[in-house]
């Protein structure tokens, strides 16, 4: 099974800080990558799919970039609803999500 | 707008069962793939299980694989996930996502968008 490690798995940042977190794949994936942000108590939301797309309706300061094994998630300008777990996942082969990375208010 | 609302979810006692059903509205149900996603308390996101618009073809992580079985009703545009032998690792909320079409499964677009509210299942004695 491909496996799935985010890095950081935590960080604390300001508002209107640029924030970055990394997911890196146990292989090759192509581009087959989706990130997800997870609010308390709420399902999984859709930001990033094919690695570097976003979906319809998300903010622009949102972007995704890599292919192979490597990817980031960048939010450029946090903002106070940014503040949740984010969450990346390949569909290269079945799906696998990483452990996740908890933005946090510093 | 596309709605999954899924129930089912309870209390049960080790080496019991369960079934969770999954009710779609909003698209054409039976074009779709769907899964179901796990999240045990404070930890990250599992997923369970997948099945083609069809139904005919499924697919199940190891960690269920033989104990539970994916299915669905596309005349009720319902996905079923039915849980037998639960163990306390299986505790858990257990999302629906919707998947990729049957056209766009044949080019991997096969992310989930969107989740249901999630349905919480408790193993315990």
């Known amino acids: 099974a491909i496996r799935m490690t985010q890095s950081p798995s935590s960080l604390s940042a300001s508002t209107g800080d640029r924030v970055t977190i990394t997911c890196r794949a146990s292989?090759?994936?192509?581009?087959?990558l989706a990130w997800y942000q997870q609010k308390p108590g709420k399902a999984p939301k859709l930001l990033i799919y094919?690695?570097?797309t976003l979906q319809s309706g998300v903010p622009s300061r949102f972007s995704g970039s890599g292919s192979g094994t490597d990817f980031t998630l960048t939010i450029s300008c946090l903002q106070s609803e940014d503040f949740a777990t984010y969450y990346c996942?390949?569909?290269?082969?079945?799906?696998?999500f990483g452990q996740g990375t908890k933005v946090e208010i510093k | 707008e596309v709605q999954l609302l899924e129930s089912g979810g309870g209390l049960v006692q080790p080496g019991g069962s369960l079934r969770l059903s999954c009710a779609a509205s909003?698209?054409?149900?039976?074009?779709?793939?769907m899964s179901w996603v796990r999240q045990a308390p404070g930890k990250g996101l599992e997923w369970v299980s997948a099945?083609?618009?069809?139904?005919?073809?499924?697919y199940y992580a190891d960690s269920v694989k033989g104990r539970f079985t994916i299915s669905r009703d596309n005349s009720k545009n319902t996905l079923y996930l039915q849980m037998n032998s639960l163990r306390a690792e299986d505790t858990a909320v257990y999302y629906c996502?919707?998947?990729?079409?049957?056209?766009?499964?044949?080019?991997?677009?096969?992310?989930?968008?969107?989740w249901g509210q999630g349905t919480l299942v408790t193993v315990s004695s």
């Open positions: 996502a919707k998947s990729c079409s049957s056209t766009s499964c044949y080019t991997g677009e096969n992310w989930f968008d969107p």
């Open positions: 099945i083609s618009g069809s139904g005919g073809s499924t």
């Open positions: 094919a690695a570097s």
């Open positions: 292989q090759g994936i192509s581009s087959y």
């Open positions: 909003g698209f054409t149900f039976s074009s779709y793939a």
């Open positions: 996942q390949q569909y290269y082969s079945t799906w696998t």
